[in-house]
């Protein structure tokens, strides 16, 4: 739960020096004014959330977590603490769920002196989704672009991305940024707990859960999460600027919903 604190409280700061800058007393700005509210109402659903799980581990309800043997993979989260109910897989634009994390996304980027780019079709098939669980995911994606890109930098967001495999068709959003990389070392261990790599001996706080909470929730939606660094080895030349960085790109996939009506 503090982890997810971050992302937020991150956005409603950004907003808040930005209508510092922008509002005079006769002014409205609308916008800015709607996301800090939105992003107000999400902190404090974060923060019930928590208050629930501090009540658990008080009550010993939660069972201690088996011993980890070497090689074996990591129980996954519940996802009753990482959304705060079971997950509900339901269609989706997905145009519409990232709508308003990019409105997040730019604010923060302009106050970073970041480049945000954002393709997104006019007309894509609806996804099957947690609308909460998948919101988090591409927040902390998101989150991790803004944060590594060095100022002057680019992040850019693609969606309409598909691939068709023999259980169906899947629909993609790719995050691209043109940061340092991942060092080759590092990128088998990315989605483990705590794990930070590198990046823990830099100057950047973070806690090392952000990319093991999107990989589980993204295979409790039935999607994969891929990653490409650098980043030319996505094969989307056209993503990212031309960059002496080697730059990141993470793929949600996510299944499409005709497919899985197809399916069933």
Excluded: C
Excluded at 128 to 138: I, N, P, S, T
């Amino acid at each position: 739960m503090l982890h997810q604190f971050r992302n937020p409280l991150t956005a409603l700061r950004t907003f808040g020096k930005l209508l510092v800058r922008r509002l005079r007393p006769e002014d409205a700005n609308s916008e800015v004014a709607s996301g800090i509210v939105r992003e107000s109402d999400r902190l404090q659903e974060l923060l019930k959330q928590f208050d629930a799980a501090i009540d658990l581990g008080r009550a010993d309800v939660l069972p201690d977590a088996p011993a980890q043997l070497p090689g074996q993979a990591q129980p996954a989260l519940p996802p009753s603490l990482l959304t705060g109910t079971p997950l509900k897989l339901e269609s989706h634009e997905i145009v519409a769920v990232l709508d308003p994390l990019l409105m997040s996304a730019e604010a923060i980027a302009q106050d970073r002196q970041l480049t945000l780019r954002v393709d997104l079709p006019l007309r894509v098939p609806p996804i099957v989704a947690d609308l909460k669980a998948l919101r988090e995911v591409l927040n902390n994606l998101l989150d991790n672009a803004l944060k590594y890109t060095p100022t002057g930098g680019t992040i850019s967001v693609r969606a309409g991305l598909q691939y068709t495999t023999q259980h169906g068709r899947k629909q993609g959003v790719a995050i691209a940024d043109t940061g340092p990389g991942i060092p080759t070392a590092d990128r088998s261990h990315l989605f483990e707990r705590h794990y930070r790599g590198v990046q823990a001996a830099g100057e950047i706080p973070g806690t090392g859960l952000g990319l093991a909470i999107a990989r589980d929730l993204i295979q409790q939606m039935q999607g994969e999460i891929q990653i490409f660094s650098p980043a030319q080895d996505s094969g989307l030349i056209d993503l990212l600027p031309p960059s002496d960085a080697p730059g990141t790109v993470f793929i949600v996939w996510l299944p499409e919903q005709h497919w899985v009506n197809s399916i069933a």
